[in-house]
C-alpha cells in the first residue's frame, strides 16, 4: 500500500506492479488516481493516508509494506503510526524537515514503529557526494561493503575503445556489464562493438578503479574547487559533507538571512551572497576553474541555466537538481553532465530497503539505464555448488560482474567456480528480473 500519488510514489507503483506485486494506491486527488490507473495495473483508492476508514477501506488487514510518500510530513508518519494496529509488517515514511528527521533517527524503530525513515534531501546530498569522489563518472554505486565499485561513463569519438569489440579487451581489468546506446540498453557479450558516445557501465575491485579509468583513457581528477548554486538543505549538507573531505567550497546563495546561517554553520567554505546567474561575479570568484559546480537551487529552469553557464565558462563538470525527473533525458543534448532527482533518488532507496532480504543484500536502480544491480548470496543448492559460470545458463539479459569470497573479490570469466554463500553483483536488464528471481529463488 502507498500512500501519495507523486513522482516518488508513482514511480514505486511502476516498479512494484511490474515485478507482479499487488499494489494499492492511496491519494486525494481523484483525476491523478483516474490517469494512474489507466496506465499501470494497480488498485486506486480516493482519500486521505491519515484516515482509518480509508485505510481500512483499501485493505490494510491484507498488507504486508506499507508507504507514506505525500508532500506532508505529518500525514505520512500519522499514516504509519495508524497502520501499526493493522500489523503491517514493513513500514517506511519519507520526511523533508531536516531536524525531523534526526529527531525520529533514534526513536523510529522503538517509539513510532517505522522500519525506515527517509530524507530526498539528504539521499540527494549523499548521491551528489559520491558523485563528486570520481570526476568522470555520471554514475556510481558500491557493493560488498564498498570492496566493489560500479561506475558509468560516457566513451567519446577518439577513445581508444571504441570500435572494439569486448572480445579484444583480454587485459580490460574489470567485467563491461551494460552499453546504454540512445534509448536501448545492451547486456553485452563478446562480440559487441563500442561505439562513440555509448555510456558505459563497469564493474571492478575499489582498487582497480583508477586502472579502468587508465585502460578506457578517461581521468578523473581529483575534484578541489566546488561551486554549489544554492544553499537551502541540499546544497548546505553536501557543502557540509565536501568539508569533511578538505573539497575548497563555494556556496552562492542570493538571499542573505540564508547567508547568515551557512557562514554559522559551515566551517571553511566561503559563502557568496549572489544570484547564480550572475555570471561576473561568478567568473570574479574562478567559477571558470571549478572542477565541479553542483546547481541546487529551488528551480529546474535555474539550475539548468546556471549548469549550462558553468560548462560555457569553463566549468568541468556539472551536477544538476531536477524536480521534474522528465526533463532527465533531455539534458544530455544540452551538454550537462548529469541530472539528479531527489525524489527518484528517494525511490531507490526506498526499492533498496524492500528488496533487501534473504539471499538479495543489496539493490541500484541506474538512473542512467532501464538496469537494476543486485548484490545475491549464492543459495545452498546442488545446482550451484562447484559449477563454473558458463555452465549456469543465466538468464537472458543479466550478467555477473563480481563475485566476493571470503571478502576477497574475484573478477569472474567462464571457467570461474562458485561456492555456496559466494556473493554475486548481477547486473540485469529491468525486464530480467523476474527471471533473475526464479532462477535464485
Known amino acids: 500500500m502507498i500512500v501519495g500519488a507523486g513522482q516518488v510514489g508513482c514511480f514505486l507503483c511502476e516498479k512494484l506492479s511490474i515485478e507482479g506485486q499487488e499494489v494499492v494506491l492511496i491519494d486525494r486527488d481523484e483525476s491523478k488516481l483516474r490517469r494512474i490507473e489507466q496506465e499501470l495495473n494497480i488498485m486506486t483508492v480516493h482519500g486521505s493516508g491519515a484516515s482509518a476508514k480509508v485505510l481500512e477501506e483499501a485493505g490494510i488487514d ?28 514493513t513500514r517506511i515514511a519519507r520526511v523533508r524537515n531536516e531536524d525531523f528527521y534526526h529527531q525520529g533517527k533514534a526513536l523510529t524503530k522503538k517509539t513510532l514503529g517505522i522500519d525506515l525513515l527517509i530524507s530526498p534531501d539528504l539521499a540527494m546530498a549523499e548521491e551528489i557526494f559520491q558523485l563528486s569522489t570520481r570526476s568522470s563518472a555520471f554514475e556510481v554505486a558500491e557493493f560488498a561493503d564498498g570492496q566493489v565499485v560500479l561506475a558509468g561513463y560516457v566513451l567519446h569519438e577518439g577513445n581508444k575503445t571504441v570500435g572494439r569489440s569486448l ?23 563478446g562480440n559487441d562493438v563500442i561505439q562513440a558516445e555509448d555510456k558505459v557501465y563497469l564493474v571492478a575491485r575499489k582498487e582497480d578503479s583508477r586502472a579502468v579509468e587508465s585502460f578506457l583513457n578517461i581521468a578523473s581528477r581529483q575534484v578541489r574547487r566546488v561551486f554549489i548554486i544554492g544553499g537551502g538543505t541540499i546544497g548546505y549538507l553536501v557543502a557540509r559533507r565536501m568539508e569533511q573531505n578538505r573539497m575548497g567550497v563555494r556556496v552562492v546563495e542570493k538571499d542573505l538571512e540564508r547567508c547568515k546561517f551557512l557562514t554559522q554553520h559551515l566551517e571553511n567554505s566561503v559563502v557568496l551572497n549572489c544570484d547564480g546567474l550572475d555570471s561576473h561575479a561568478l567568473m570574479d570568484e574562478g567559477i571558470d576553474r571549478a572542477d565541479l559546480v553542483v546547481a541546487v537551487t529551488n528551480t529546474d529552469t535555474k539550475n539548468i541555466l546556471t549548469s549550462l553557464m558553468a560548462k560555457h565558462y569553463g566549468a568541468k563538470k556539472c551536477i544538476t537538481h531536477l524536480k521534474k525527473a522528465d526533463f532527465i533525458p533531455m539534458l544530455d543534448e544540452l551538454g550537462i553532465d548529469m541530472a539528479l532527482s531527489p525524489r527518484l533518488v528517494a525511490a531507490n532507496m526506498i526499492l533498496q530497503f524492500v528488496r533487501a532480504g534473504g539471499t ?16 545475491l548470496k549464492v543459495p545452498d543448492k546442488k545446482r550451484f555448488k562447484d559449477v563454473p559460470l558458463k555452465s549456469l545458463h543465466f538468464p537472458k539479459g543479466a550478467i555477473v560482474g563480481a563475485i566476493v569470497r571470503e571478502e576477497k573479490v574475484i573478477i569472474p570469466k567462464g571457467d570461474t567456480i562458485l561456492k555456496v554463500n559466494d556473493n554475486l553483483v548481477i547486473f540485469f536488464s529491468r525486464d530480467a528480473l523476474p527471471a533473475v528471481e526464479e532462477f535464485f529463488e
Request: proline share 3%; glycine share 4%.
Open 167 to 189: 572480445q579484444d579487451m583480454h587485459d580490460f581489468p574489470g567485467v563491461m556489464v551494460s552499453i546504454v546506446r540512445g534509448d536501448n540498453t545492451i547486456i553485452p557479450r
Open 62 to 89: 491484507k498488507t504486508d509494506l506499507f508507504i507514506a510518500v505525500t508532500d506532508s510530513d505529518e500525514v505520512n508518519l500519522v499514516a504509519c503510526i495508524m497502520s501499526k494496529q493493522f500489523e503491517v509488517k
Open 360 to 375: 538479495t543484500v543489496s539493490v541500484a536502480t541506474l538512473m542512467g539505464s532501464n538496469a537494476e544491480v543486485v548484490e
